[in-house]
């Protein structure tokens, strides 16, 4: 969806200009020569970017963002102004009242960047907004089978483990594990041949690679494996720490390693802050465990995900809980369901279950392949004394074309910083 921006200054010749900025961008827009204007507008359309002049006689760009910001919070501002007009940006900004600032003149580069950075924080702002609404509405529901399917869940993850390591051990004589390898060379001994004058075998260059193709597949596989049996056979749990404030760089780093598979299918990841009020605490976490397990999710909601859709990761904080999700649009599945409905929610951590064939396959950093990896995401969390759930909620935001949401949510205990 486009976004639609109410542009704001009272002089003539640089709303015109503004204005023909936003026709070459393609976004919608409204222009307003005062700050009373731009008021008026507000109230008889939806905008959801402010770019407003900062110095305007009667009602300036900081007194006219206040007014906005009272009848509408969602709304992204950003201020342009001259040089010598900084302190005022610097106030604006440090207060919270602007999102962004534009020095004039201003290169339409420039202002296409600070625009589509502006509208990620909207649909931000709107997804935190919508998952609050709805889960009060999904937790209420499922309040009285919660407790007895916890117990439930604790009594299956030994038997889950268990059923994971024996199918694992059969899934690297298959497919693409040792089978697909032996597959290959079967294929070289056949189709190989021995010259008589320098002794040396040859084969047909597309013969090797199929091999070697195999061989990386095969090794990959046994590596996922192997890691996977280490992790579900383990039950000593994490002691290590981290400051939330690192996590910032955490999911920064996961967002880069990530980032050649978004493109596959044109997808976007948009991470939100760490809220402030928990800078000063820190949660149980193994960096190398976690990043396996955010990276595995990650890529989980890629694959289920369609074409130019985003994904979101939020983190919450409730009572003296962290919460990390993993937001991205539900789908209809083979079975008529959309998402994760009630009844496969305890079935999609089982080993090798799909509730769709439909997913893109071919994400080099899978780590955990075969239909194994929610298992040890699972166990991860386990281990790290946290909560991890996968469900679908309603999606309210009449902009999205998926009316439902697939929801992974993942609870750690804030620990207290130690003085």
């Known amino acids: 969806m486009t976004p639609k921006v109410l542009v704001v200054d009272d002089n003539k010749d640089m709303l015109e200009v503004l204005g023909e900025m936003m ?55 950003i201020v342009v102004s001259g040089i010598a007009d900084t302190n005022l940006i610097i106030s604006s900004l440090s207060s919270h009242k602007a999102f962004d600032f534009l020095i004039k003149p201003i290169e339409i580069g420039f202002l296409k960047s600070k625009l589509e950075k502006a509208y990620e924080i909207y649909k931000l702002r709107n997804k935190l907004k919508t998952i609050s609404e709805n889960e009060e509405i999904h937790f209420k529901e499922l309040l009285q089978v919660f407790e007895w399917k916890k117990e439930l869940q604790k009594t299956k993850i030994d038997s889950i483990a268990a059923k994971t390591i024996r199918q694992v051990n059969i899934g690297l004589f298959h497919g693409g594990g040792f089978g697909g390898l032996l597959s290959s060379l079967s294929l070289l001994v056949s189709k190989a041949n021995v010259n008589p004058d320098t002794k040396k075998v040859e084969i047909s260059e597309k013969a090797f690679q199929l091999m070697k193709e195999n061989y990386t597949s095969a090794k990959n596989l046994v590596n996922g494996f192997v890691k996977a049996q280490t992790i579900l056979m383990n039950d000593v749990l994490v002691k290590d720490q981290i400051e939330i404030f690192e996590l910032a760089k955490f999911f920064e780093t996961c967002k880069t390693k990530i980032k050649p598979m978004l493109n596959m ?130 999606n309210n935001n009449v902009q999205n074309k998926s009316e439902y949401d697939v929801s992974v949510s993942i609870r750690f205990p804030l620990l207290e910083i130690e003085n």
């Open 23 to 77: 026709l070459s961008l393609n976004y919608k827009y409204e222009l307003a020569k005062s700050g009373k204007e731009a008021l008026q507008k507000l109230r008889t359309s939806q905008f959801h970017i402010l770019l407003t002049d900062m110095i305007m006689p009667e009602m300036d760009g900081n007194e006219l963002i206040e007014e906005v910001i009272k009848e509408n919070s969602e709304i992204i501002c």
């Open 265 to 394: 299918k044109y997808q976007k990841l948009v991470v939100s802050s760490i809220p402030k009020s928990i800078l000063n605490a820190k949660i149980i976490f193994n960096r190398e465990l976690m990043e396996s397990a955010i990276l595995e999710l990650l890529i989980n909601a890629m694959k289920y995900s369609n074409n130019i859709e985003t994904i979101y990761l939020i983190v919450f904080v409730k009572e003296k809980i962290l919460e990390i999700k993993i937001i991205n649009p539900a789908h209809h599945n083979q079975d008529g369901t959309i998402g994760i409905s009630e009844e496969h929610q305890d079935k999609v951590f089982e080993p090798f279950y799909r509730i769709s064939t439909v997913s893109h396959e071919g994400y080099f950093l899978e780590e955990f392949g075969a239909g194994i990896g929610l298992s040890v995401v699972k166990k991860i969390i386990e281990l790290h004394k946290g909560e991890f759930r996968i469900f679908t909620i309603k």
